[in-house]
C-alpha cells in the first residue's frame, strides 16, 4: 500500500513562531505534493503545491520538497491564532492522477 | 464562481438501510473526486471521473457503493445497504482536468452517521 505518513501532533507552536510540518511519502515515483489545510468540521482547502526539489515560497508559507529523500514539508512562519487547523500533505503517485492523503498534522498556535 | 456543492449536508441513516449523495462540481471542471474521510483520517479517494467515464474506482467497495455522474456533470453516490463503518464525512472536489498537476477544490462534505 503506497502510503503518506504525518506526524497526527498536536504540534502546538507560539504566536509568531515558525511551525514547521513534516510529510514523508512511500512512492518513489510520485510527482506532484499538495499541502491542504482542513478547520474544524470544514473541508479542505489547498495551501500550496510543489512539483520540483527545493523550496517554494508564497507569503508566509513555504513548501520544501527533497524527492531522495522522499520527504515534504510546509514552514509556516509568523504564526498566528488563525493558523490553527490540520495540516493535509497529499501526494499524486506514480500511474494515478487523483490524490493519496496523509492524515494530517493538528496544528496549535498558541496567543 | 460558484463553488463544489453538495447535498444533504448532514444525513443519520441506521444500518443496512440505503442512502444517496449529491455533488455539483464547479462549471466547466470535467473531473470530479468522490472522497471519504473517516474522523481523525485524511481524504480516501472512492472514485474519479473523467466527464462521465471512470478514471478511478479501485478504492470502491463495489458491493455496497455505487456512484454515476450525470451527463458528465452532477454525479450521485450511493451506499446499500450502510454499515456502521460507513460513518464518515464523504467529500466532492473538482478539478478542470484531472492530470494530478491541478488545484481540487472541495465541496463542504456531506456527514453521514450510521446507527
Known amino acids: 500500500q503506497k502510503e503518506v505518513e504525518q506526524n497526527s501532533g498536536p504540534l502546538s507552536v507560539p504566536e509568531g513562531a515558525i511551525a514547521s510540518l513534516n510529510c514523508t511519502y512511500s512512492d518513489r515515483g510520485s510527482q506532484s505534493f499538495f499541502w491542504y489545510r482542513q478547520y474544524s468540521g470544514k473541508s479542505p482547502e489547498l495551501i500550496m503545491f510543489?512539483?520540483?526539489?527545493g523550496d517554494k515560497e508564497d507569503g508566509r508559507f513555504t513548501a520544501q520538497l527533497n524527492k531522495a529523500s522522499q520527504y515534504v514539508s510546509l514552514l509556516i512562519r509568523d504564526s498566528q491564532p488563525s493558523d490553527s487547523a490540520t495540516y493535509l500533505c497529499?501526494?499524486?503517485?506514480?500511474?494515478?492522477?487523483?490524490?493519496?492523503f496523509g492524515s494530517g498534522t493538528r496544528l496549535q498556535v498558541q496567543p | 464562481e460558484a463553488g463544489v456543492a453538495q447535498s444533504p449536508r448532514y444525513k443519520i441513516i441506521e444500518k443496512r438501510q440505503s442512502v444517496a449523495f449529491w455533488c455539483n462540481p464547479i462549471?466547466?471542471?470535467?473531473?470530479l473526486y468522490w472522497y471519504q474521510q473517516i474522523l481523525g483520517q485524511g481524504p480516501k479517494l472512492l472514485i474519479q471521473?473523467?466527464?462521465?467515464?471512470?478514471?478511478?474506482d479501485s478504492q470502491l467497495p463495489k458491493d455496497r457503493f455505487s456512484a454515476e455522474r450525470l451527463k458528465g456533470v452532477d454525479s450521485t453516490l450511493k451506499i446499500q445497504p450502510a454499515k456502521l463503518e460507513d460513518s464518515a464525512v464523504y467529500l466532492c472536489?473538482?478539478?478542470?482536468?484531472?492530470?494530478?498537476?491541478?488545484?481540487?477544490?472541495f465541496g463542504p462534505g456531506t456527514r453521514l452517521l450510521v446507527l
Open positions: 510543489i512539483y520540483s526539489n
Open positions: 471521473f473523467q466527464n462521465n467515464g471512470v478514471v478511478d
Open positions: 497529499a501526494a499524486q503517485m506514480a500511474g494515478r492522477r487523483a490524490l493519496t
Open positions: 472536489a473538482s478539478s478542470l482536468v484531472g492530470t494530478g498537476r491541478e488545484t481540487q477544490y
Open positions: 462549471s466547466g471542471h470535467a473531473t
